[in-house]
């Protein structure tokens, strides 16, 4: 069983960073891919980003294409979020994500990914 548990978010102004954390923990050795995902008020869950955490390769949605980058510290069992430039269409509760049972191609749609953590809100003021 993996547990995950965000931190990091806060609230900031237009245009400012942030940088939100996943520590993984339990059986995360058949964990592939691991992914952001955010859902604001009143909207469907959206993925944000994903990464192959053996490969190094990682994939973005186009709204945060060349803001967001997904390192990961795999000694610490821990996944990032960089967030600069941020806007405020991205306010949203972000979630960590990971598919535990080891496939090795993960779609960033949310039905792929089986173990969620409990979320950490990320406010954007104008």
């Known amino acids: 069983q993996v547990q995950l548990v965000e931190s990091g978010g806060g609230s900031v102004q237009a245009g400012g960073s942030l940088r939100l954390s996943c520590v993984a923990s339990?059986?995360?050795?058949?964990?592939?891919?691991m992914a952001w995902f955010r859902q604001a008020p009143g909207k469907e869950r959206e993925g944000v980003a994903h990464i192959n955490t053996r490969t190094g390769s990682a994939d973005y949605a186009d709204s945060v294409k060349g803001r967001f980058t997904i390192p990961q510290d795999n000694a610490k069992n821990t996944l990032y979020l960089q967030m600069n430039s941020l806007k405020p269409e991205d306010t949203a509760m972000y979630y960590c994500a990971t598919d535990s049972r080891g496939f090795v191609r993960v779609p960033l749609e949310r039905y792929a990914y089986n173990v969620w953590g409990q979320g950490t809100q990320v406010t954007v003021s104008s």
């Open positions: 339990g059986y995360t050795y058949r964990s592939v891919y």
